[in-house]
């Protein structure tokens, strides 16, 4: 059992078992981190965040182009092109149109 005092060190000690309630939570939480490191470390996340964003919509914007320049390409070989060639290009501009409705109706759901 610990006691309420350690008079040997002179720290306090508390006695888990007289707070400890039915009704209650305790958490205990040890910080060394300075008010400056605090400010320092949530800048850095802000700035890694804010990274991540741009990172992540550069590549969207260079995924919706590559997928913008075969889809023109396809509808104009549609348009100008052989028979075979039309049968191709039909199946790849229904796998994007699918594909972008596909992720329509998933964005709705959510």
């Known amino acids: 059992m610990i006691e309420q005092n350690d008079e040997k060190r002179g720290d306090p000690q508390i006695n888990l078992g007289q707070i400890v309630g039915k009704d209650h939570k305790y958490e205990l939480s040890v910080s060394n981190e300075t008010p400056e490191d605090a400010t320092a470390r949530r800048a850095r996340e ?9 990172m992540t919509y550069s590549l969207f914007c260079f995924a919706i182009f590559v997928v913008g320049v075969v889809f023109g390409g396809c509808v104009y070989v ?10 191709w290009a039909a199946g790849i501009i229904s796998a994007i149109a699918s594909g972008l409705i596909g992720f329509l109706v998933g964005q709705g759901k959510k």
């Open 78 to 87: 549609f348009a100008v092109g052989t028979v075979d060639d039309k049968k």
């Open 46 to 54: 802000m700035a890694e965040a804010e990274l991540k964003r741009k």
